[in-house]
Nanobody, 121 residues
Framework: QVQLVESGGGSVQAGGSLRLSCAAS????????MRWYRQAPGNERELVAG???????NYADSVEGRFTISRDNAKNTVYLQMNSLKPEDTAVYYC???????????????WGQGTQVTVSS
């Protein structure tokens, strides 16, 4: 019932910037949380940043001060502005939403397809 589509990945040099977008479509009653994760080859998937419906935001220590998460509730879209990128930021980035499809259904997890971010030195 819900699909998440990501865009904005690519290749940049160290110190550059990228902006990721993730838009949800389908039957949506409410979105309780929007999050960005990333996973590099051989590594565990890690939480990068998250925002809940009330506006509370948190970041991983490794990106604090460089990345900014924001949302457009009217468009069911979350963004990740990434500045001062480092080679260690190279990974596949995934968005994750906690969604209630109708008032009668519980929350459910939905994932984007992933978008590659590559940072070269």
């Amino acid at each position: 019932q819900v699909q998440l589509v990501e865009s904005g990945g690519g290749s940049v040099q160290a110190g550059g910037s990228l902006r990721l977008s993730c838009a949800a479509s389908g039957r949506i009653f409410s979105i309780n949380a929007m999050r960005w994760y990333r996973q590099a080859p051989g590594n565990e998937r890690e939480l990068v940043a998250g925002i809940i419906s009330g506006g509370r935001i948190n970041y991983a220590d490794s990106v604090e001060g460089r990345f900014t998460i924001s949302r457009d509730n009217a468009k069911n879209t979350v963004y990740l502005q990434m500045n001062s990128l480092k080679p260690e930021d190279t990974a596949v980035y995934y968005c994750n939403f906690l969604v209630r499809s109708t008032s009668l259904l519980p929350l459910a997890d939905y994932w984007g397809q992933g978008t590659q971010v590559t940072v070269s030195s």
